[in-house]
C-alpha cells in the first residue's frame, strides 16, 4: 500500500517540510528531498552521483523548479527559503496530495478552481545509473488517477539509420510523454544547478559561469564553450522533434552531464540559455546543527514547453 498524505499535510508547511524522500540508483547515486519541495539539507537534490575522480557524493543537479501557466494565470510551483526565512516561491500551497508509489515520490498539484487542472509530478532513477527522472502528467480533475498515455510519431536520421520518437524514447531511457485529452497549459522548468560535494555549501561568483551546450530544438546557441561534442557526450544530435536539453560542464575539465526534456513531436521544446546565480539559499537542518548552511545554485537555462 503506498504512504499516502492529502492537503492537510501538504499544504502545512511544518508538516510537509518535515517529511523526506529518498530514492537510489543501487552505485552510490541519490536523490532526495521533502514534500515541500524545499530543499533542507546540503545532501538533499535530484542528481547525487558517485564519481570515481571524487572523493565523495557529488551533487550535480540540486532541484527544477516549475511555473505553470494556465487559464492566464501563473502558477509557482517551486518552495525555496533563502537566509533570511523568506519562501520564495511558496508552491507547496498548490500540492493537493503526496504519496510514495514503490518508494517513487509523486507529488499531485491543483491549479485553478472547480473547472481547473490536476498536475502530476513524478521523481524515479535508473537502476545502475546516474540518471534521475521526472514525468510531468496532466491529468482531469474528477479523476487524477487516470490519464492519456500516447506517443506521437516523428522520424529522424542517426548515421543513416531511420529511427522512430518511441525508438530514441526506449533507446535512451526516457519515459513515453503522456498527455492528457487537451492540451491546457504551458510549464517552464528551471533546472538549478551544482557541482560541488554532497555534504558541503557551493558559493557562487558572478565570474564563474558553467559551460553550457544546448542540443536540439533551442532557440539559440548557448553560453559558455561551443563545440560539437555530440559524439563525446553520447548523445544524437541534433535531437529530433519534441526533444531539447544542454550539456553542462562547472568548468574545463569538471565532469559533463546533461539535461533534457521529451515531449510531444509536435510540441515546441525549447531550451533557453540564462546563465545567472540564484543566491543565499537556506538548508535549515544544517543551520539547526551549527554546520554551513547557505547554498548558492546555478540556472543556466530554462526549458520551456
Same mark, same amino acid.
Not at 499516502?4 to 518535515?18: G, H, K, Q, V
Not at 524545499?38 to 575522480?53: A, C, F, I, N
Not at 524515479?124 to 510519431?153: K, P
Given at each position: 500500500?503506498?504512504?499516502?498524505?492529502?492537503?492537510?499535510? /501538504?499544504?502545512?508547511?511544518?508538516?510537509?517540510?518535515?517529511?523526506?524522500?529518498?530514492?537510489?540508483?543501487?552505485?552510490?547515486?541519490?536523490?532526495?528531498?521533502?514534500?515541500?519541495?524545499?530543499?533542507? +539539507?546540503?545532501?538533499?537534490?535530484?542528481?547525487?552521483?558517485?564519481? =570515481?575522480?571524487?572523493?565523495?557524493?557529488?551533487?550535480?543537479?540540486?532541484?527544477?523548479?516549475?511555473?505553470?501557466?494556465?487559464?492566464?494565470?501563473?502558477?509557482?510551483?517551486?518552495?525555496?527559503?533563502?537566509?533570511?526565512?523568506?519562501?520564495?516561491?511558496?508552491?507547496?500551497?498548490?500540492?493537493?496530495?503526496?504519496?510514495?508509489?514503490?518508494?517513487?515520490?509523486?507529488?499531485?498539484?491543483?491549479?485553478?478552481?472547480?473547472?481547473?487542472?490536476?498536475?502530476? =509530478? +513524478?521523481?524515479?532513477?535508473?537502476?545502475?545509473?546516474?540518471?534521475?527522472?521526472?514525468?510531468?502528467?496532466?491529468?482531469?480533475?474528477?479523476?487524477?488517477?487516470?490519464?492519456?498515455?500516447?506517443?506521437? %510519431?516523428?522520424?529522424? %536520421? %542517426?548515421?543513416?539509420?531511420?529511427?522512430?520518437?518511441?525508438?530514441?524514447?526506449?533507446?535512451?531511457?526516457?519515459?513515453?510523454?503522456?498527455?492528457?485529452?487537451? +492540451?491546457?497549459?504551458?510549464?517552464?522548468?528551471?533546472?538549478?544547478?551544482?557541482? +560541488?560535494?554532497?555534504?558541503?555549501?557551493?558559493?557562487?561568483?558572478?565570474?564563474?559561469?558553467?559551460?553550457?551546450?544546448?542540443?536540439?530544438?533551442?532557440?539559440?546557441?548557448?553560453?559558455?564553450?561551443?563545440?560539437?561534442?555530440?559524439?563525446?557526450?553520447?548523445?544524437?544530435?541534433?535531437?529530433? =522533434?519534441?526533444?531539447?536539453? /544542454?550539456?553542462?560542464?562547472?568548468?574545463?575539465?569538471?565532469?559533463?552531464?546533461?539535461?533534457?526534456?521529451?515531449?510531444?513531436?509536435?510540441?515546441?521544446?525549447?531550451?533557453?540559455?540564462?546563465?545567472?546565480?540564484?543566491?543565499?539559499?537556506?538548508?535549515?537542518?544544517?543551520?539547526?546543527?551549527? %554546520?554551513?548552511?547557505?547554498?548558492?545554485?546555478?540556472?543556466?537555462?530554462?526549458? =520551456?514547453?
Amino acid at each position: 500500500m503506498p504512504i499516502t498524505f492529502d492537503r492537510s499535510i /501538504c499544504r502545512d508547511l511544518n508538516e510537509t517540510i518535515s517529511r523526506e524522500w529518498l530514492v537510489t540508483n543501487g552505485v552510490g547515486g541519490y536523490a532526495a528531498g521533502t514534500i515541500a519541495g524545499v530543499l533542507t +539539507r546540503m545532501q538533499h537534490g535530484l542528481l547525487v552521483t558517485s564519481q =570515481k575522480d571524487a572523493a565523495g557524493p557529488q551533487l550535480l543537479s540540486a532541484k527544477i523548479d516549475e511555473e505553470v501557466v494556465f487559464d492566464e494565470r501563473k502558477y509557482y510551483l517551486g518552495t525555496n527559503e533563502y537566509r533570511d526565512g523568506t519562501l520564495n516561491p511558496a508552491g507547496f500551497g498548490h500540492l493537493e496530495a503526496f504519496r510514495l508509489e514503490e518508494g517513487f515520490p509523486v507529488f499531485t498539484y491543483h491549479l485553478g478552481g472547480i473547472d481547473g487542472i490536476v498536475l502530476e =509530478k +513524478r521523481i524515479w532513477m535508473a537502476h545502475g545509473f546516474n540518471t534521475t527522472y521526472i514525468q510531468y502528467r496532466l491529468l482531469s480533475t474528477s479523476d487524477f488517477r487516470d490519464a492519456t498515455q500516447q506517443v506521437g %510519431r516523428t522520424s529522424w %536520421r %542517426r548515421n543513416s539509420e531511420e529511427l522512430s520518437s518511441e525508438e530514441f524514447v526506449r533507446n535512451n531511457g526516457f519515459p513515453a510523454y503522456p498527455e492528457a485529452a487537451q +492540451r491546457m497549459l504551458s510549464l517552464t522548468l528551471l533546472p538549478l544547478s551544482a557541482y +560541488r560535494p554532497h555534504n558541503q555549501p557551493q558559493y557562487g561568483n558572478n565570474d564563474w559561469h558553467f559551460q553550457v551546450q544546448v542540443h536540439g530544438n533551442s532557440q539559440q546557441q548557448a553560453s559558455g564553450e561551443q563545440d560539437d561534442a555530440g559524439d563525446d557526450y553520447g548523445l544524437p544530435l541534433p535531437l529530433p =522533434k519534441g526533444v531539447t536539453g /544542454c550539456t553542462i560542464r562547472a568548468w574545463d575539465g569538471a565532469t559533463p552531464y546533461s539535461i533534457f526534456a521529451v515531449g510531444h513531436p509536435d510540441s515546441q521544446l525549447s531550451f533557453i540559455p540564462t546563465g545567472v546565480w540564484y543566491w543565499h539559499f537556506l538548508r535549515r537542518h544544517d543551520q539547526a546543527a551549527g %554546520r554551513p548552511a547557505i547554498d548558492d545554485l546555478y540556472l543556466p537555462g530554462v526549458i =520551456k514547453a
